[in-house]
């Protein structure tokens, strides 16, 4: 039997070998995507990863980032050809299910993980190696497995939130849990019952603190591990882009290079099979504390939801047509970094070591106190530019003189090294 996944086509095996191969990529396919549910447990799908990484050991590490309120790990797959450890490439963050009930958001990063491993159509090849290449991609398909456990049990409780025990009565009962998206520190509850809600009963519960929950705590740990480029945060529940600040009163960057790159996504993203086009928005309704938001703060990620459907699909074949057309949303956003205009760089000391710098675009203004560094781990920064242009890349670390460099953001990705001249004091 041959499954039938838009964009996924095998050559007609003429020997027996190649029969017995397609066979067995067609049940890793299967696997993957099985094409009459979209309701994988948790434990399907770390073994769908753990299955990924036995069968691409250079190209894969399995990780675990954390762990929930119910002891389930919080899985993730990191892909790039010959991973390093750590990797000295950009990184591109891709999670679903922050929202457990939202399944299909976990159908479309467990399909970005085949696409990235098992796809061999001519069409897409191409810039799948160039992604696999020069990218390393953090694939978190489950942030929540304990809300989708909920909705896989038809649990009373809220598949929406986690599985925290609000009220400390010793079980997980309907009113419990956090909403993991108003749960990130920047804002948290700033809008006070408008962006989200102090009542451990309500749905959109923000959690007892900023970053209180484990699922938070373990994709801010990732994200200041890798510091991603991008992120896509996989939604449903409407078919939209949302792009950063998605907070009202947050001024954003001047210009804003996340907002274009979006308009230029929504531009290019195909019809949904829903019957509607992908529109940018700011926002869906007014919303403090997300992921989206505190990535884009903390470390200038161009952090964008995409809300992937308006409804579950109803049938398989339209659950992979909005797959098929969704998956374009992290292929063209890829395509974008790699062709630029963007910049990546290094900062280093004098010695030629890897420095914690501040790195800004003197042609952005920041409006919101962003402190935006290079990753600890080698000084690496990598940034999506508005448009072509010349731009002056600045470097600085407290107490040492400012160094800045010019690229030229006609000419696709430009790369810089900035070497502040001093080497940082000893301890
Ligand atoms: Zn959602």
């Not at 090849?125 to 909705?151: I, K, S, T, W």
């Amino acid at each position: 039997m041959r499954v039938s996944l838009p964009g996924v086509r095998w050559a007609p095996s003429e020997s027996g070998l190649n029969r017995v191969i397609d066979d067995a990529v067609s049940r890793l396919l299967r696997w993957f995507m099985p094409s009459s549910s979209s309701r994988r447990s948790p434990e399907q799908v770390a073994t769908t990863l753990a299955e990924a990484h036995r069968r691409h050991p250079t190209r894969t590490q399995l990780q675990t980032l954390g762990q929930t309120h119910e002891g389930r790990p919080i899985v993730a797959l990191l892909i790039g050809d010959a991973l390093q450890q750590p990797d000295p490439r950009p990184v591109v963050l891709l999670d679903g299910a922050h929202h457990g009930g939202e399944l299909l958001s976990v159908d479309i990063v467990l399909d970005a993980i085949a696409v990235l491993l098992e796809n061999h159509t001519p069409e897409l090849a191409p810039r799948v190696e160039r992604f696999r290449r020069e990218l390393v991609f953090l694939c978190v398909p489950e942030v929540n497995p304990d809300g989708v456990h909920a909705v896989l049990t038809d649990s009373a409780r809220s598949d929406r939130k986690n599985a925290r025990d609000n009220n400390e009565n010793g079980r997980v009962d309907a009113a419990d849990g956090v909403d993991l998206n108003r749960n990130y520190p920047y804002r948290w509850g700033s809008l006070g019952e408008k962006g989200s809600s102090s009542d451990p009963k309500n749905v959109y519960y923000r959690g007892p603190a900023a970053a209180s929950e484990p699922e938070t705590q373990a994709m801010m740990a990732a994200a200041l591990e890798h510091h991603p480029v991008a992120s896509i945060s996989f939604h449903t529940g409407t078919v939209a882009l949302l792009a950063p600040y998605t907070i009202a009163g947050a001024q954003n960057p001047e210009p804003n290079e996340a907002w274009i790159v979006a308009e230029e996504l929504a531009r290019q993203l195909p019809r949904h099979p829903q019957d509607r086009d992908f529109v940018l928005k700011k926002n869906l309704y007014p919303v403090d504390g997300t992921d989206q938001d505190w990535l884009r703060h903390e470390l200038g990620t161009l952090a964008l939801i995409v809300e992937s459907a308006r409804s579950s699909p109803k049938t398989a074949e339209e659950r992979v047509a909005i797959i098929d057309v969704v998956r374009h949303s992290w292929m063209l956003l890829c395509d974008r970094f790699l062709d630029g205009p963007s910049v990546s760089g290094q900062v280093k000391n004098a010695a030629g070591e890897p420095v914690v710098a501040t790195v800004r675009i003197a042609e952005q203004a920041l409006q919101e106190g962003e402190v935006w560094t290079t990753r600890m781990r080698d000084g690496r920064f990598d940034r999506f530019l508005p448009g072509p242009g010349t731009y002056t890349i600045v470097a600085e670390v407290a107490g040492q003189p400012a160094v800045s460099a010019q690229v030229d953001g006609m000419a696709g990705r430009a790369t810089v090294e900035l070497i502040i001249p001093e080497a940082p004091a000893s301890p």
